[in-house]
């Protein structure tokens, strides 16, 4: 199995000192639902000074007709820069791959549609790698996608989950309508849950990050078990020191979980516990709709 880091620190040094070599770079202008993003020279001098690494990027927006032009330049500067894939939301991304016969792997990133292993083959016979798991479904949905899919599957491992995404202007409308200095964030509670949310606004629009980080420690020795290719962490929001923190435990753990006892890969847990709390999202619970 291997780890993939979302960055938000400047120097790659502290994530590569902790055995990471994946990590996932979210294109400016071009990329959403993070806190911090990277242009194109930014990615081209972390290439050159970082050339044995692997490098994805996020390219996950719906791409609007007069983007097109100026995303197939840039497509054309990331094919030469040995990419190892590119997270996709618009399918504009699968027809500009095929058009511009580009050889870079391409990640089905669509949040909340990649649910099922049926669509997952659908898009490998389209030439589509890699998937990166809805955060929405449990742990054992995604086993099942990884035991009967030959898409390359990546769970969301860590983070606090982007819930929602609008390209309105919420949060700046909000302090316009009230008269407030502006910020660039906003924390609200939903009436019906008390669930806490909060809402980072960018040029692209507006994330609802839930106030609740999503901890799937639990799971990773099933996820192991099954083979599971890729695990994500995203540093968004999270303290800098405990994030390197959870990468050494993370890192002690896939060197060793092999002959831990029972009582020592709890006592594993327990301490990712201690550091990132025990929200298990979505790992143990079903979504079920009901007709009222």
């Known amino acids: 199995?291997?780890?993939?880091?979302?960055?938000?620190?400047g120097l790659l040094?502290?994530?590569?000192?902790?055995?990471?070599?994946?990590?996932?770079?979210?294109?400016?202008?071009f990329s959403v639902e993070s806190i911090n993003y990277y242009s194109l020279d930014e990615i081209k001098e972390i290439r050159k000074k970082y050339p044995d690494i692997h490098l994805f990027i996020s390219i996950n927006k719906n791409i609007l007709n007069d983007e097109i032009g100026e995303l197939q330049g840039i497509l054309k500067e990331l094919e030469t820069l040995n990419i190892k894939g590119l997270f996709y939301y618009d399918i504009a991304l699968l027809n500009l791959k095929k058009k511009m016969g580009l050889k870079t792997d391409l990640v089905w990133n669509q949040t909340y549609m990649v649910t099922n292993y049926k669509t997952?083959?659908?898009?490998y016979n389209r030439g589509v790698r890699y998937a990166l798991l809805s955060k929405e479904i449990t742990k054992d949905e995604m086993i099942e996608i990884k035991k009967n899919s030959k898409i390359t599957p990546i769970v969301e491992f860590i983070s606090y989950p982007v819930v929602a995404y609008s390209k309105r202007k919420l949060v700046s409308h909000y302090y316009q309508d009230c008269l407030i200095q502006e910020k660039?964030?906003?924390?609200?509670?939903?009436?019906?849950?008390?669930?806490?949310?909060?809402l980072i606004e960018d040029n692209n629009g507006v994330s609802f990050v839930m106030k609740k980080l999503m901890n799937g420690s639990r799971i990773?020795?099933?996820?192991?078990h099954c083979n599971m290719d890729y695990i994500l962490l995203k540093e968004d929001l999270i303290d800098h020191d405990?994030?390197?923190?959870?990468?050494?435990?993370?890192?002690f753990y896939l060197n060793n979980y092999h002959k831990m006892t029972k009582v020592e890969d709890e006592n594993w847990i327990r301490?990712?516990?201690?550091l990132?709390?025990?929200n298990t999202n979505f790992f143990y619970r079903k979504t079920i709709y009901k007709v009222k």
């Not at 199995?1 to 620190?9: F, L, R």
């Not at 997952?120 to 898009?123: A, E, M, S």
């Not at 405990?242 to 890192?251: A, Q, V």
């Open 1 to 9: 199995m291997d780890v993939i880091v979302k960055p938000i620190h």
């Open 13 to 29: 040094e502290d994530y590569i000192s902790h055995n990471i070599n994946n990590f996932l770079l979210p294109l400016k202008n």
């Open 120 to 123: 997952c083959n659908y898009y």
């Open 184 to 198: 660039d964030n906003l924390d609200i509670r939903e009436p019906k849950t008390k669930q806490e949310y909060y």
């Open 220 to 224: 990773l020795r099933e996820l192991l």
């Open 242 to 251: 405990i994030f390197i923190k959870c990468l050494e435990n993370i890192d």
């Open 271 to 274: 301490r990712q516990n201690a």
């Open 276 to 278: 990132l709390g025990r």
